[in-house]
């Protein structure tokens, strides 16, 4: 039997969100809070605290202070997440209809030691997502 921490496979927890709902965008202080639902029992949560970007079917990119921007992050309600990436150099990436939340922060945009959490299933899965370490390799 290995006591080895079992391998990081990216998008494998992240991907569980295709299919669910965007129910919820809630601002907390400095992070941004996402509820997804219409997936059984689970109920996922992910917290952003580097905050994401917004991106428009047509094509507009909206930033944290950028007008416009919380309007546009809860235009994606209520939105079934249709695809998901995660990958070094991408971060972590959100696909709806009618438009994609992104979240790969530069350094300068770093708040703590932590840029996302997800949590709400189930099974008790969760992963969290620090500068340096999966899919976040180079922010280190």
């Not at 950028?66 to 309600?77: E, N, S």
């Not at 840029?115 to 976040?136: H, K, N, V, Y």
Request: hydrophobic letters at 40%; glycine letters at 10%; aromatic letters at 8%.
């Amino acid at each position: 039997m290995s006591l080895d921490p079992p391998t990081y496979i990216p998008n494998d927890l992240l991907g569980r969100l295709v299919g669910a709902r965007l129910f919820s965008v809630q601002f907390v202080h400095d992070y941004v809070q996402l509820r997804f639902d219409g997936l059984g029992e689970d109920m996922p949560i992910l917290n952003c605290d580097a905050m994401p970007t917004v991106e428009t079917a047509g094509g507009q990119v909206f930033s944290d202070g950028d007008l416009g921007y919380a309007d546009a992050l809860r235009a994606l309600i209520p939105d079934l997440v249709q695809r998901t990436c995660e990958a070094t150099g991408t971060g972590l990436r959100l696909e709806f209809p009618t438009g994609a939340i992104a979240l790969h922060p530069d350094r300068e945009a770093l708040t703590g030691p932590e840029i996302a959490l997800l949590t709400g299933f189930e099974d008790q899965a969760w992963m969290c997502w620090r500068p340096g370490e999966e899919s976040f390799e180079d922010l280190a």
